[in-house]
């Protein structure tokens, strides 16, 4: 099983290999700093083998060479346009790039890509801005097969039309490859349509928020940029900053939903794709090693490899070496539980609850009727089993 591991050096500025150029519109100011070619990342094999992401430019720019040029606009940065121009740079046809940062049509003209600037969307022409009074793309309308109805900033442009190249480059994934779809899909919905979100000013929620919410990460970009009063009013050296920020923070959480957030999920599909070996219902699943987050892949493996009696049960050990048996909820979100424990052995503990369900072993069951304990796992799917049963004699005691 493959492995990333970021550190902050893939994002480090060091002298003579990073460019970028800023432009006002009374005239054109030109400076020129140092970028590690590609944001490099090790990649740790089983086999104690270290690899990079990327490797740095085989040769130093000169004035003779030609320069790909990603333009974004000039003065107050924004978190999506950041994100936008991180995500462009993971890509070999842009990781040595110059940022132009611009409103002046001309210059915008000679970049290769735009992003949220320029009023124009044409992927064909490789135009990227999202502030035109026409626009309103989302995920959804331009990808029918995905779900999202977030109006897209430039970061969820750029992301819906590179993203898969961006994380293949990342990840050494194909992108023909289903763990990899499986990311794409989780970084739009936990980290890139949170930018789109907040750039777009769309709320979360109706009504009047009970606090507030400063330390998103759009907020952090923001927090970089001159303050309304200072002397200096120059945002370059804040851009650089949030570049290196944003892209520091992908990278971890694309580590981590990598090396452990899909890892689970392969654990929780191995054991829905098994469950009748456990168990003739197909109601209870087994995990061999306590501690994997399940939850949210098992409601998402239910409906991807649609299956028709909902799981009731998840079976495991604990630190101890003894066995659990917790119940599925109802929802993400909610305390309910498709199946409880049975009434009457809640809150029992040891000898008592043993005696009183016929089931050796027994530790506990909580006051809730959410979970229970026995020494082995035999005794924990006994205990399930017989919920099973008692469900089926009598449905209107089942659920709560």
């Known amino acids: 099983m493959w492995v990333v591991r970021v550190f902050s050096l893939a994002l480090k500025l060091t002298k003579n290999r990073y460019f970028l150029v ?7 100011s030109r400076r ?3 970028r590690v070619s590609c944001f490099s990342s090790p990649v740790h094999f089983a086999n104690g083998e270290t690899r990079y992401m990327s490797s740095e430019p085989k040769r130093l720019c000169t004035e003779n060479m030609t320069v790909t040029k990603i333009g974004t606009h000039n003065g107050t940065f924004h978190c999506d346009e950041v994100l936008a121009c991180f995500f462009l740079r993971q890509l070999p046809e842009y990781s040595d790039g110059e940022i132009i940062r611009t409103r002046d049509p001309a210059q915008l003209a000679e970049c290769d890509i735009v992003v949220d600037v320029g009023g124009e969307f044409d992927p064909k022409r490789h135009r990227y801005d999202h502030h035109q009074r026409t ?9 029918p097969e995905k779900p999202w109805l977030t109006k897209l900033s430039s970061a969820g442009l750029v992301y819906l039309h590179f993203g898969h190249r961006v994380l293949s480059q990342l990840t050494q994934l194909k992108e023909d490859d289903r763990q990899l779809e499986v990311l794409y899909d989780k970084l739009y919905e936990n980290f890139v349509e949170e930018v789109d979100a907040v750039d777009n000013g769309i709320s979360q929620y109706d009504g009047e928020a009970r606090y507030s919410i400063s330390t998103t990460l759009s907020a952090r970009v923001s ?4 303050r309304w009063n200072s002397t200096d009013q120059d945002t370059e050296e804040g851009f650089k900053k949030a570049l290196k920020m944003v892209g520091e923070e992908f990278l971890d959480r694309l580590d981590f939903y990598k090396s452990s957030w899909l890892p689970a999920r392969e654990v929780v599909e191995e054991a829905v794709k098994k469950r ?3 168990d003739p219902s197909g109601e209870v699943l087994l ?10 892949h098992l409601f998402a493996l239910e409906k991807e490899l649609h299956v028709e009696t909902p799981i009731k049960f998840v079976l495991y050990p604990d630190q101890n070496g003894q066995w659990r048996v917790q119940c599925v909820p109802a929802g993400l979100n909610t305390f309910q539980n498709r199946l409880s424990l049975p009434e009457e052995w809640r809150g029992v503990r040891d000898e008592a609850l043993s005696e009183l369900s016929g089931i050796k072993g027994c530790i506990f069951v909580h006051a809730g009727g959410f979970i229970g304990g026995n020494k082995t796992q035999e005794g924990a799917m006994e205990m399930a089993r017989r919920t099973l049963q008692a469900a089926a004699q009598s449905p209107a005691n089942g659920n709560s």
């Open 135 to 143: 626009f309103s793309d989302t995920f959804n309308s331009l990808c």
């Open 32 to 34: 020129v700093f140092s």
């Open 276 to 278: 009748h070996q456990i």
């Open 223 to 226: 927090h970089l940029n001159p």
């Open 22 to 28: 800023t432009s006002e519109t009374a005239g054109v």
């Open 287 to 296: 995990f061999s090693q306590g501690g994997c987050p399940w939850k949210e």
